[in-house]
């Protein structure tokens, strides 16, 4: 089983699967701009930041990737990557899903979505034991991210889902929940990585 593990994280960390996964993030992230481009054009320049949620998430993790090329970390980027690659990742499953409820059908763009941005939460979850971010950064990834949905539900800046804006209330609820979830992650994270760390000072 640790033979597996080990394994495994040398193939995350190989330079040339980390440089495919940098191109997969880069070329989504824009991908991702592009398909909000629609609510960008109508929304006003102080909330641009916050509107595309997804593809700055993967962003953030397309950064890391460009900093663990190099043998370099960038901290508070890896906070950041963590709490929003998987609140996003697993958001949009959730919105899509409840998409087919609703409708009966997302079609074939639909389940891309769904398939890609939960890739976005299981790869955030894969390089927990790479990432070193302290307290510090996870704080301020949690505010960054508790801002942004109020940004969304407060001032009404939330991702166009058309046929579930009757259920938007329903949706910010569910949507803090989910972003305290994902800090907390972002917390058990720099514990982990710490025991670990003590672990092989002392081994």
């Known amino acids: 089983m640790l033979q597996t593990i080990g394994d495994l994280s040398k193939w995350l960390m190989y330079k040339p699967f980390l440089f495919v996964l940098f191109l997969v993030n880069l070329f989504g992230t824009i ?105 510090l950064a996870a704080g301020i990834a949690g505010v960054w991210t508790l801002h942004n949905d109020i940004v969304d539900y407060v001032f009404g800046q939330m991702p166009i889902y058309r046929v579930l804006a009757d259920y938007a209330d329903s949706i910010g609820y569910f949507t803090f929940w989910l972003s305290i979830a994902c800090i907390c992650f972002a917390i058990f994270t720099v514990r982990f990585n710490r025991s670990q760390a003590e672990f092989i000072d002392h081994s």
């Open 31 to 135: 991908y991702g701009y592009i398909w909000y481009g629609g609510q960008l054009a109508i929304t006003e320049p102080k909330f641009l930041i916050f509107v595309p949620d997804s593809p700055t998430a993967s962003l953030f993790f397309t950064i890391v990737l460009a900093f663990w090329l190099v043998d370099r970390h960038a901290p508070l980027i890896e906070a950041l990557a963590v709490v929003t690659l998987i609140k996003y990742g697993l958001w949009a499953v959730v919105m899509n899903l409840l998409t087919l409820l609703e409708v009966g059908s997302i079609g074939w763009m639909g389940w891309m979505l769904v398939i890609s941005h939960f890739a976005m939460a299981v790869q955030a979850v894969l390089y927990l034991p790479f990432y070193r971010f302290g307290m």
